[in-house]
């Protein structure tokens, strides 16, 4: 499997924190709260069980997040992008439900259909509307099987589909008038959605809509070290389901692909002191996994094994440089004034010369 479901690829943990649990577990949950927490923070259990963490950030927010699950309130996940969004939707449902499969991807173009049900015509044209005929929506086997269904991109999808949503998270109901019935939500059901800040205004949520979540915001990470940490164990994990050697040491270019995102994200350098223009594109912690991803691929297929300044420069200079005119000026200014300064980044500064 290229990317096996989180529930798949944290099998382990997940049992061993089933086994260890002793506090109350809401109804048809796998995990009490207490123990989704301890799969999504990370942490230790009794018997020396190792759980890595998947989310770095503040404790409360994942508290919060896990809490509202378990009321009759439904989950939005909200911030930039690139902050995390979908990757703790799709653990929180792995936790709580063992499944994180149960997904709607909102665009401008989904249906009502997707959100409700759909019809196999073939069976419908034959036999007349029925049970056997009707294609539930993930969100309708969500409510039958009481677990945890995802919608991604709340807000891209056309206002009048979102409201689709209200009579299910308000009534916990979904009727089905061809067949004159309706399927109810059984206890264990729950929505996560996700919504990008940036995005906001395509199709802003409407307030009855809004009313029925809690929101929690997921912040950039706070400091250096928290985002190199990320960058570096999702690096591990990504490079090893792509069959990437493990590289002996590349702590010191991720930890400037971490520095130069953020000082040109914050708009000033790590030490307060210089400010430097922000380009158009967002630098999240995704694009740095990912820049830093391509590098270790660089260094292991083309290079001596070690990732070097050469084989991030040119991953860096394509997620800065997005619009050519405005940021290229941008990034040129970045390294004259910055990155030629400071010590220690003589060859980093080199190599992004040599690409720019
Ligand atoms: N605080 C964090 N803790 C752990 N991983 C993080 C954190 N921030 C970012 N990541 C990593 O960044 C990657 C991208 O995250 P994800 O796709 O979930 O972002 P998103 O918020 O959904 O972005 P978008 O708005 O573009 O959809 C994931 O691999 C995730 O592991
Ligand atoms: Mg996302």
Known sequence: ???????????????????????????????????????????????????????????????????????????????????????????????????????????????????????????????????????????????????????????????????????????????????????????GFNLIATANDRDRGVNELSSALRRRFNTVVLPLPASVEDEVDIVSRRVRQLGRSLDLPDLPDGAEEIRRVVTVFRELRDGVTADGRTRVKSPTGTLSTAEAISVVTSGIALAAHFGDGVLRSADVAAGILGAVVRDPAGDRVVWQEYLETVVRERDGWKDFYRACREVS
């Open 1 to 187: 499997m290229l990317r096996p479901h989180a529930e798949d690829a944290f099998a382990a943990e997940l049992a061993a924190l089933a086994a260890h649990d002793d506090r109350p577990r809401p109804e048809r949950w796998r995990l009490s709260p207490w123990a989704v927490a301890t799969y999504l923070l990370g942490g230790e259990l009794p018997d020396g069980t190792v759980i890595s963490p998947k989310y770095v950030g503040p404790r409360r927010i994942v508290e919060v997040a896990v809490t509202t699950l378990a009321t009759d309130r439904a989950l939005l996940l909200l911030g930039v992008p690139g902050t995390a969004k979908t990757w703790v939707s799709e653990h929180l449902a792995a936790a709580v439900s063992g499944d994180s499969t149960l997904l709607v991807q909102g665009t401008a173009g989904t249906p009502e259909e997707a959100i409700r049900y759909g019809w196999n015509y073939a069976q419908l044209l034959a036999h007349g509307p029925s049970r056997d005929a009707l294609v539930p929506s993930p969100v309708m086997r969500a409510m039958a099987d009481g677990r945890i269904a995802r919608v991604e991109e709340l807000t891209r999808i056309p206002a009048d589909v979102q409201d689709t949503l209200i009579t299910i998270l308000s009534e916990k109901t979904l009727p089905v008038p061809e067949l004159g019935g309706e399927t109810q939500a059984v206890r």
